[in-house]
């Protein structure tokens, strides 16, 4: 055959009359495929505006959540005139699609700074002994093990009204100053109150911040016996009849003679665990098998979540049907399917209010309503949809459930399931057919429990690592065994025993609902006393966190091959988080209780008893939770009576005087390079020369302290100073920063 030469321009014409044209098919495709996916950046939008207005370090001013309200407001206003009006403006698609992003992102920064606002209430400014009466809200335990109450309807005598919060925690005397207490009930109590507390170090995690959001205006702890409330200040405290605020007293009223019957029931730990899934009173369930539960990670199984208000709904839900298809009456007059699914919301919502309403079942409550009301509307009941749509309800309704770790979990483990079932329902994978015989089937129905529980740990273990300093080592085996005998058991048990109570029928199946609950707590104790049950993770970088998250939302919401973009941010995150982030060297908590260095052998403390919550949080952070005692064994302290002293990698010197300080001690420990930390100083007690001083006053303002060495200079690692960082100063003027605690409370 004879050489044809080659032509650039035929080729040319060839490529283009054949690739190009399908390039641009293909194109052209996929982004109509994205595009049909991009409503589901929304929440995360919403999100993001949600998330600088926490970031800041001030509240904004009026003019800018006026602008930042106006904004939607405009858009929504033009997009609801008409095509007419939208039309006479001639923008591009992205113009449209980053003024959409805007404005979402703006209307997430005036949602939180309106609901801020909104939440105002009045917060004790310094420590108080009063008289306390108000009503039992919530009965839960401290890390110590001690029941704490949160009461509301609040009087605190001595206290006029203006300045009383809605609602304080107190927690109560144990031992033979101890007696039964009710949801609901009126009691009056002698307490130590005061302030929430800030961060226990810089950048920390700021209790004050979560009390705002819940109006929680006080903390403490009593001082003698519950008493009867006195009748005539009950009786003014009443509310009025028939009004929400009645009807709210008579649901917990209700809540508490439900959380009684099942104690009495059902006692021990079985009881403790039913009462705290059905309605949420944690009073009974004691620590040791609390810490069993988190060592596990079998902790989701107690807190009412997505899982049980899910339960609950598909159970009433095909219970409901089912019985409607059953009467032939029926099943041709109603749509029984959109029937059940009403049927199942009225139980939600019920559930919802007899469980106490908490922030997390709220959450689950929208989640679970988003798939019902999908269901009514003939749309998918699980797809991404609906929970975008309850992600977009809760951060419009509660924007700081953001910065909540079972916000972000719950979220995590449903996006990253609903992803998977799409994904595997698209590849036909563990879909059995009319051939499929009973053992593939089953085999089916295992690798698909198992491919469930590895998703949701591992959607989660991220999140779980960076807020709680731990990782599970046998969570996977564990929930495999005992999700399903919740699922299956104990939740139809509840389920039943709710049903029939009325007619005074609930023992039997309460009865049986405490087996399911005594195998899961059995499990729980089992994989908890494993070795490597659980592996403690350092805090992470700042940026770890949510360049996690938005790789992971970027791997879920794009539907083609662009969504492995998203890997590249989740690695880079995890590169960053790897190494351990950097923590501060040398530590003081609130109003100088403790200190503690990094050492050789890790974090070294001042003291072995006392301060145990700042101290074992510095622990768990750094990725070390070991012993308070331990950490006070650690060489890096010079550990004398009233006296504590760490050095520096540069050379300088902290010391940390205890009890009253004078003038004259102050004057003999300054000396140059030297941090003198003295709470109790003197009025007027300044240590002159060239030390630095942190006396009570200082203290107070910064709360929390961090001090770090300066980079070296050019004269040596001694050429330097130290950076003083206080937990404070970062929120100093924010709402929830204005009030300062004057020292510390016990537990």
């Known amino acids: 055959m004879p050489d044809v030469p080659h032509n650039p321009s035929v080729a040319h014409e060839r490529w283009s009359a054949s690739f190009a044209p399908r390039a641009a098919d293909a194109w052209r495709a996929l982004a109509e495929r994205e595009r049909r996916r991009a409503p589901l950046w929304a929440p995360v939008l919403l999100g993001l505006g949600i998330w600088i207005y926490f970031s800041l370090t001030r509240e904004p001013d009026a003019w800018a959540v006026a602008a930042c309200v106006a904004l939607p407001a405009a858009l929504l206003a033009a997009l ?67 029941r704490r109450v949160e009461l509301r309807d609040l009087v605190i005598y001595g206290l006029s009204p203006e300045r009383t919060p809605e609602r304080v925690r107190v927690t109560l005397l144990e031992g033979a100053f101890a007696r039964k207490v009710s949801l609901g009930e009126r009691i009056e109590v002698f307490a130590q109150l005061g302030p929430p507390e800030g961060p226990v170090e810089p950048g920390g995690f700021d209790f004050r911040r979560h ?34 605020h009645s009807l709210s007293l008579a649901v917990e009223r209700f809540r508490g003679r439900l959380t009684d019957g099942i104690l009495a029931a059902l006692p021990g730990r079985e009881g403790a665990f039913a009462a705290a899934i059905l309605t949420g009173s944690r009073e009974e369930v004691r620590g040791e098998e609390m810490q069993a539960l988190r060592d ?6 107690l807190a009412i979540s997505g899982l049980h208000m899910g339960l609950l709904a598909s159970i009433v839900f095909w219970t409901a049907r089912l019985l409607l298809a059953a009467s032939p009456w029926l099943a041709v007059r109603l749509p029984t399917k959109k029937t ?47 929970l975008a749509a309850a992600a977009l309800a809760i951060l419009a309704l509660r924007p700081e459930s953001l910065m909540d770790a079972g916000f972000q979990m719950s979220f995590a483990a ?29 085999l089916l129905w295992a690798a698909g429990l198992l491919l469930t529980s590895f998703v949701a740990g591992a959607a ?26 919740m699922a299956f058991w104990v939740a139809p048990m509840g389920a039943l025993s709710a049903a029939l109570a009325p007619l005074g029928l609930h023992q039997w199946p309460l009865t049986a609902m405490g087996w399911g609950v005594g195998l899961i707590l059995d499990i729980a104790q089992f994989f908890a006393g494993l070795p490597g049950a659980v592996r403690p993770v350092s805090s992470p970088p700042p940026l770890a966190l949510p360049l996690l998250a938005l790789g992971g939302l970027w791997l879920v919401i794009w539907a083609s091959r662009l969504r492995l973009l998203g890997l590249g941010a989740m690695l880079a ?58 950490a006070a064994g650690r060489p890096g302290i010079d550990r004398q009576p009233r006296r504590a ?103």
Not at 228 to 241: F, K, L, Q, S, T
Not at 462 to 479: E, I, K, M, S
Not at 578 to 584: I, K, N, S, V
Not at 600 to 628: F, H, K, M
Request: aromatic share 4%; proline share 7%; hydrophobic share 50%.
């Open 80 to 146: 609801t005139m008409g095509r007419r009006v939208v039309a006479s403006v001639t923008l591009p698609p992205m113009a449209v699609s980053a003024l959409v992003a805007a404005s979402l992102v703006a209307a997430g920064f005036a949602a939180a700074a309106l609901r801020a606002e909104h939440v105002t209430a009045p917060v004790l400014a310094e420590r108080i002994d009063a008289t306390v009466q108000g009503r039992v809200a919530e009965i839960t335990r401290s890390h110590t093990d001690r």
């Open 211 to 244: 009390a705002w959001f819940e109006k929680l205006g006080g903390i403490g702890f009593a001082r003698g016996p519950l008493v009867a409330a006195h009748p005539e200040v009950a009786e003014a405290a009443a509310p009025e009849p028939w009004s929400l």
């Open 296 to 301: 596990s990670n079998l902790a989701h199984l």
């Open 340 to 386: 059940a699914a009403a049927i199942a919301l009225a139980a939600a919502a019920g559930y919802l209010a007899v469980s106490g309403a908490s922030v997390a079942t709220q959450r689950a409550f929208v989640m679970a309503a988003a798939a019902l009301i999908a269901i009514m509307l003939d749309r998918p009941a699980i797809s991404l949809r609906a």
């Open 414 to 442: 449903t996006a990253a399931l609903v992803a998977a079932w799409e994904l595997a329902r698209d590849r036909r994978w563990l879909r059995p057919t009319h051939q499929t015989g009973r053992g593939r089937r089953l």
């Open 460 to 485: 989660t273990a991220p999140f779980a690592a960076a807020h709680f300093n731990r990782l599970t080592g046998w969570g996977l085996p564990a929930n495999l065994l005992a999700a399903p005998v």
């Open 573 to 630: 995150a995890a590169i960053l988080w790897l190494p351990g982030g950097e923590r501060p060297e040398l530590l003081i908590a609130p109003r100088a209780s403790a200190m503690g260095v990094l050492g050789p052998q890790g974090r070294a403390v001042d003291r072995a008893r006392g301060a145990g919550y700042p101290i074992s949080t510095w622990l768990a952070n750094d990725g070390d939770p070991v012993e308070q005692a331990v």
């Open 645 to 747: 002293e760490a050095v520096l990698d540069n050379g300088w010197r902290v010391v940390l005087l205890g009890g009253l300080v004078d003038a004259s001690t102050l004057h003999a420990e300054c000396a140059p390079r030297t941090v003198l930390v003295a709470y109790a100083a003197r009025p007027g007690a300044a240590a002159p020369g060239p030390c630095v001083t942190l006396d009570g006053a200082a203290l107070r303002g910064l709360g929390a302290v961090s001090v770090v060495p300066d980079d070296p200079g050019e004269g040596g690692p001694d050429d330097g100073g130290v950076r003083i960082r206080g937990a404070l100063t970062d929120a100093r003027l924010r709402l929830w920063g204005r009030a300062e605690p004057q020292r510390d409370l016990a537990d």
